[in-house]
């Protein structure tokens, strides 16, 4: 249902401002009759049964939770004559995104302590029973609140993880530059998949360039540019550190949050070994389901790797194998981009079965943004 400034929602919330609206949802700023304070109400657009669910998945997992960098959750309910709602604290702040729109790049010592929070806030959920993974972190979803506070927000495609299990509870889902490789397709997402995010994160912060697709690094049509090649000013130990946290193989890299936040402040950056036990449990990651959510790429390029029978492949036959990987990864990622830029008419989002989503700017954030209403 569409809100008007004024509107009161379960007898309890008067919408006084719209601060964001994007495909799927919007959120508002309202101001609590009870509590007599202001809080941020986020409304789901999709009536579909599988959205609906993943909505009250992201209002149980925040209900439970209680970090100093994390937001809080106090409502969830549904109305009878139509919407889905969350209600949270407001806080005032300003994305990590809209910094970088401004500033190009952040200063170390800036970006590097608010990727030290948000390290905590990871270590928190990391540490929860079962374990929370975000599986969303980048820019836009760290909110810096006036006091210097970094708030990790938009749970909307988190998941509990379950030793073991290669489906859990949570929508599968990417974002381009900030994903690892094994969040493509059917791939095992754990703990250190939100260390490779939050590394690609701070790249960015440090640098104002994206990092390269991890999926494009993975098939060798790309490499990654280190740092201090686009900012030299970046401490040797932070470049050492970010890299470490972007190394493709999970098994090489951070074993946990407080492990990065310890590199990033000059500790060792070598790739920890899970420990037999522990509240953080890391499952077995196969790299070659990367390549399942593109299924034709997938089989183009096993059937380009395999040596043709009783010969050797030649070296002129070898660099046209190259090149035919290369064209279609090129293609198949413009079409990506461009599906989702809505440029062949897509509206910014994909599907593949019951649950697979494409995250990009459509997930709506429960915190203000002191700047310019407009989707995000």
């Not at 509870?169 to 900030?178: D, E, K, L």
């Not at 790309?222 to 201090?228: F, G, H, V, Y």
């Not at 932070?238 to 951070?254: C, K, M, S």
């Not at 890391?282 to 183009?300: E, M, Y």
Request: hydrophobic share 40%; net charge negative; aromatic share 6%.
């Amino acid at each position: 249902m569409s809100l008007a400034i004024g509107d009161v929602l379960n007898h309890r919330y008067r919408i006084t401002a719209l601060l964001g609206q994007g495909g799927m949802g919007a959120v508002y700023k309202a101001w609590d009759l009870n509590l007599k304070k202001p809080v941020a109400v986020k409304e789901n657009f999709d009536a579909l049964p599988d959205a609906q669910r993943q909505f009250e998945r992201e209002a149980t997992l925040l209900a439970r939770v209680s970090h100093s960098n994390l937001p809080r959750v106090t409502d969830h309910f549904v109305l009878s004559e139509g919407g889905q709602y969350l209600v949270m604290d407001y806080v005032e702040g300003e994305s990590l995104e809209s910094m970088l729109d401004r500033q190009g790049v952040l200063p170390e010592e800036q970006a590097v302590g608010w990727t030290g929070q948000v390290c905590d806030a990871l270590t928190y959920l990391h540490n929860q029973s079962p374990p929370i993974i975000h599986r969303d972190i980048k820019p836009a979803n760290i909110r810096i609140t006036h006091d210097g506070r970094a708030i990790l927000v938009d749970f909307g495609i988190s998941k509990l993880f379950e030793q073991g299990s290669r489906t859990t509870v949570g929508a599968r889902a990417f974002t381009p530059g900030y994903s690892p490789p094994e969040q493509y397709g059917d791939g095992s997402t754990d703990a250190r998949s939100d260390l490779y995010a939050l590394g690609a994160t701070l790249y960015h912060l440090l640098t104002g360039s994206l990092p390269t697709e991890s999926i494009r690094r993975m098939v060798g049509a790309a490499e990654l540019t280190p740092p201090r090649l686009l900012n030299p000013s970046i401490s040797p130990g932070v470049e050492r550190a970010v890299l470490a946290a972007l190394v493709l193989p999970t098994e090489q890299r951070f074993r946990d949050a407080a492990t990065f936040k310890a590199a990033l402040a000059g500790g060792p950056v070598a790739a920890t070994k899970p420990a037999a036990t522990g509240p953080v449990v890391i499952a077995p990651t196969v790299a070659a389901p990367a390549l399942a959510a593109t299924p034709f790429l997938g089989a183009s390029v096993a059937r380009q790797a395999e040596p043709a029978t009783g010969s050797a492949p030649s070296g002129r036959g070898r660099g046209w194998t190259v090149a035919a990987m290369a064209l279609l990864l090129v293609a198949t990622l413009a079409g990506f981009l461009l599906i989702r830029g809505g440029l062949l008419g897509g509206d910014g989002e994909a599907s593949e079965g019951s649950e697979q989503i494409l995250a990009g700017n459509e997930g709506l954030s429960l915190i203000h943004i002191s700047e310019p209403t407009r989707p995000y």
